[in-house]
């Protein structure tokens, strides 16, 4: 079982960068793949980013790609999220989480992190 802690959230102005950490306990945090959920005051929580076990498989929403970047280190059990060029409509509780593959379906992960807030002033 893999338990998951997000950091690095916190306040940047539009067009600022930020870089979220997905920090695992557990011997198992090679074995899943990990996906980066966000979700804004009154909207359901939305796919953001996914990475496959050995970090050669990424898929992204189209809201963010070109400007957020997932990567892994196994030998950290940290997953990462670089998220530049932000925008004020990026601002949300982000979340990590597992699954057995990389994949943008939410129903498909489970061990959710508590989460860690962005907002990006305009």
């Known amino acids: 079982q893999v338990q998951l802690v997000e950091s690095g959230g916190g306040l940047v102005q539009a067009g600022g960068s930020l870089r979220l950490s997905c920090a695992a306990s557990?011997?198992?945090?090679?074995?899943?793949?990990i996906g980066w959920f966000r979700q804004a005051p009154g909207q359901e929580r939305e796919f953001v980013a996914t990475i496959s076990q050995g970090g050669r498989t990424t898929y992204y929403a189209d809201s963010v790609k070109g400007r957020f970047t997932i990567s892994r280190d196994n030998a950290k059990n940290t997953v990462y999220l670089q998220m530049d060029s932000l925008k004020p409509e990026d601002t949300a509780v982000y979340y990590c989480?597992?699954?057995?593959?990389?994949?943008?379906?939410?129903?498909?992960?489970?061990?959710w992190g508590l989460g860690t807030q962005v907002t990006v002033a305009s």
């Open positions: 557990g011997s198992t945090f090679s074995w899943n793949a």
């Open positions: 989480a597992a699954a057995e593959v990389a994949t943008m379906n939410p129903g498909q992960y489970r061990n």
